[in-house]
């Protein structure tokens, strides 16, 4: 089982998204609002794979978690955002971003792919909607 670390200062957003990852089998090890308690949180826990807002409530960015966290080992970091060109930009700690609003469905596939570059290296096809991988992940094609 795969414990995600979800950083979102929305509540209503964060509790759901933790039901539904929970359903699918996830194991959610927290929920940071702040940049401090997202690292804290990540120290302690040590998950496997980070969904990451970028903006969050102390003015600070998703960003900024997955860089401190990065120095602790190989985390899968998707972030979450209205506006994929910032994290194209500024995310150089992380595999991959969703555009909001997304379905359930869409992003437990974000996450199924975040997962499978961190164990291959790579990333297969079909990328759900508003999906998009950061330049340090690598792209397979699947045998027809």
Known sequence: MLRVLIAEDDLLI?????????????EVCGI????????????????????????????GLGTEIATQLSRFGRLG?????????????NARDGDACILKPYSSADLVRALEIVAE????????????????????????????
């Open 14 to 26: 964060a509790d759901m998204t933790e039901e539904v990852l929970v359903e699918c089998g996830y």
């Open 32 to 59: 940071a609002r702040t940049v401090a308690d997202g690292v804290a949180l990540g120290r302690l826990h040590k998950p496997d794979l980070a969904l990451l807002d970028m903006r969050l409530a102390d003015g």
């Open 77 to 89: 970091v998707l972030f979450a955002t209205g506006n994929a060109s910032h994290v194209m930009q």
């Open 117 to 144: 570059i961190v164990a291959t290296g790579t990333a297969s096809p079909p990328f759900p909607r508003g999906f998009a991988l950061l330049p340090r992940a690598t792209i397979t094609r699947r045998a027809s």
